[in-house]
């Protein structure tokens, strides 16, 4: 079975600095994707970024960016020029490239950011 | 376009009792999934339903049940309700199309509180 660790539940950074979450997966499949999504105190989950497996090249979004490393089996998110709207539960989450539409989530990291 | 939206937004009931929990997906949205968020926990995969039928489940029993209507809204309905049952309860909708799982639009959730 895939299984998805965030060893971090809490996190904080100050303002404008640069944080970088972590998430290790645990997985036999080739096909397959990784997420990291965003969950605001009470508003609803959004996508924050996404790696194909197939891909070398890691993915980034603008301030967000990620260290995709296949072999080592981890997906950490980097975050820079951290704004305080960033404060949220962030998830890392795998979905198998099969037809199931299935996400297993971590745990979560609770980010803070110091003004 | 309108988003996921879930209703209620909150409840209370108590052991033994029912409950039915409502989703309307993303317009354009053919696929719902549900899933369980318990306090402190990253969301937990249900099940999902496309063309009206359940076509994926995860480890959850029989009283967890769904339906999915023409217009590819859903209810989550839970019998013989428990106490481990307390949890946020998320729907996400996605596009057709084999990427569509890719681009999960969540609810903001329904959290039921069992008394």
């Known amino acids: 079975a895939q299984t998805v660790t965030q060893s971090q539940p809490e996190m904080s950074v100050q303002e404008a600095e640069t944080v970088t979450l972590s998430c290790t997966y645990d997985?036999?499949?080739?096909?397959?994707?990784l997420f990291w999504y965003k969950q605001p105190p009470s508003r609803q989950m959004i996508l924050v970024i996404r790696q194909e497996a197939y891909k070398q090249q890691n993915a980034t979004e603008n301030r967000f960016s990620v260290n995709f490393q296949k072999a080592a089996k981890s997906f950490s998110l980097k975050i820079s020029d951290s704004q305080l709207g960033d404060a949220a539960m962030y998830f890392c989450?795998?979905?198998?490239?099969?037809?199931?539409?299935?996400?297993?989530f971590g745990k979560g990291t609770l980010l803070t950011v110091n003004p | 376009e309108t988003g996921v939206t879930q209703s209620p937004t909150h409840l209370i009931k108590t052991r033994g009792q029912q409950v039915t929990l409502r989703c309307s997906s993303q317009s354009g949205h053919n696929t719902v999934s549900w899933y369980q968020q318990a306090l402190g926990q990253g969301p937990q995969f249900i099940f999902q339903?496309?063309?009206?039928?359940?076509?994926g489940r995860g480890n959850f029993p029989p009283r967890f049940s769904g339906l999915q209507f023409p217009n590819y809204s859903s209810e989550l309905n839970v019998n013989a309700l428990e106490l481990d049952d307390s949890a946020l309860y998320l729907c996400a909708s996605s596009p057709p199309g084999a990427s569509g799982a890719n681009v999960l639009t969540f609810g903001a959730g329904s959290r039921l509180t069992v008394l």
């Open positions: 989450a795998y979905r198998w490239g099969g037809s199931n539409y299935k996400l297993t």
């Open positions: 997985t036999s499949e080739s096909d397959y994707y």
């Open positions: 339903y496309y063309r009206e039928e359940e076509n």
